[in-house]
């Protein structure tokens, strides 16, 4: 299953609210988890089951859409925002990522 | 508190063997499967595969290569990836991430600290 992100790069400023698109080839149902990744560090899990935040994740991060569409959102953003997002699908094998949005501090 | 700590980084020569190790901790190894990731600089997270430390059963990404190898070993909780036949592509950060058995596989948490590993002459 291909999963395609959208946009690639993402441009905002502190205080903006962004949302980001993932879309798979096909349907996955809710089997979708996004991972937020900063320069040199290990991807963290945001969400999973493409709208449950994980323990510890601030709730300004959403994640909606179920099928072959999903959505995570970040409200009122805050400079540790400021980093690449993934998502993951987990409903077959091979499991497979998105190419990634990385999101820029405008 | 489950955790999962990477070996140090690597540096090898075109041709040779690595292994990179991911040690498990906090939690019965066996009720998790330990998935491999591999990211080249400045670009994405490829899925490798995965490893069942219960029974040695192993997954396979796409495009993955012959000369990979995952293990693991439930008398110490490591788990272990061993790429043969090293080519200058395979220079990359490695990590590896636990997954629940008992919540379906839904997610992918914790991850290491990721693994560097360089191939150069």
């Known amino acids: 299953i291909q999963l395609t992100q959208s946009p690639s790069f993402l441009s905002a400023s502190v205080g903006d609210s962004v949302s980001m698109t993932c879309r798979a080839s096909?349907?996955?149902?809710?089997?979708l988890a996004w991972y937020q990744q900063k320069p040199g560090k290990a991807p963290k899990l945001l969400i999973f089951t493409a709208s449950t935040l994980h323990t510890g994740v601030s709730s300004r991060f959403s994640g909606s859409g179920s099928g072959t569409e999903f959505t995570l959102t970040i409200d009122s953003l805050q400079p540790e925002d400021f980093a690449t997002y993934f998502c993951q699908q987990l409903a077959v094998y091979p499991r497979t990522f998105g190419q990634g949005t990385k999101l820029e501090i405008k | 508190e489950v955790q999962v700590v990477q070996s140090g980084p690597e540096v090898r020569k075109p041709g040779t063997t690595v292994k990179i190790s991911c040690k498990f901790s906090?939690?019965?190894?066996?009720?998790?499967?330990i998935h491999w990731m591999r990211q080249a600089p400045g670009k994405g997270l490829q899925w490798l595969g995965l490893v069942d430390p219960e029974d040695g059963d192993t997954k396979f990404g796409d495009n993955v290569q012959g000369g990979v190898t995952m293990t693991a070993d439930p008398s110490t909780d490591i788990a272990y990836l061993e790429l043969t036949s090293l080519r200058s592509d395979d220079t990359a950060m490695y990590f590896c991430?636990?997954?629940?058995?008992?919540?379906?596989?839904?997610?992918?948490?914790?991850w290491g600290q990721g693994t560097q590993v360089t191939v150069s002459s």
């Open positions: 991430a636990a997954d629940t058995k008992s919540l379906g596989s839904i997610y992918l948490d914790p």
């Open positions: 096909q349907d996955i149902s809710n089997y």
């Open positions: 906090g939690d019965t190894f066996g009720d998790y499967y």
